[in-house]
């Protein structure tokens, strides 16, 4: 095999992009005899993978897979619940921020209209005045 092609697998393998049979490839080459002096660090590495270790790591791999998938719908289950959860209080929250904001609104229109009717009743009372004037002027001088 070519030291450069090894060489680029080792840097995929380290990058975690190599697939299934380019380690194959690497587990082969690492356990021949004729390793390049500078790679010969990683044939320890690569030398611990042996056929029956390999085969109770993946069996273990496998059985831990398998249990995954049947969490799986368990956790899909959950995920979606939580996400129901989270935009009903999202709207509820708003339907509550709106409602605080038209009581506001109400009790600011309140404030402004008891305002006017106040200052409506002050120019009342100087009509009034005014036209109590109007009648004692015109009793005193009847025309």
């Known amino acids: 095999m070519e030291l450069v092609k090894i060489e680029e697998l080792l840097e995929k393998y380290f990058e975690a992009t190599t697939t299934l049979q380019e380690e194959g490839e690497l587990r082969e080459y690492f356990s021949s005899d004729d390793v390049a002096s500078h790679l010969l660090s990683y044939k320890s590495m690569f030398g611990c993978f042996t056929s029956d270790l390999e085969k109770k790591i993946s069996s273990k791999l496998l059985v831990k897979s398998m249990g995954r998938e049947k969490r799986s719908g368990r956790f899909r ?67």
């Open 77 to 143: 289950f959950v995920a979606v619940a939580a996400s129901l959860a989270l935009v009903v209080s999202l709207f509820s929250s708003k339907y509550i921020v709106e409602k605080r904001q038209a009581g506001q609104a109400y009790e600011d229109t309140q404030r402004a209209l008891s305002m006017i009717s106040t200052e409506l009743n002050k120019g009342n009372v100087a009509m009034s005045q005014l036209y109590k004037y109007e009648e004692v002027k015109n009793t005193i001088f009847k025309k």
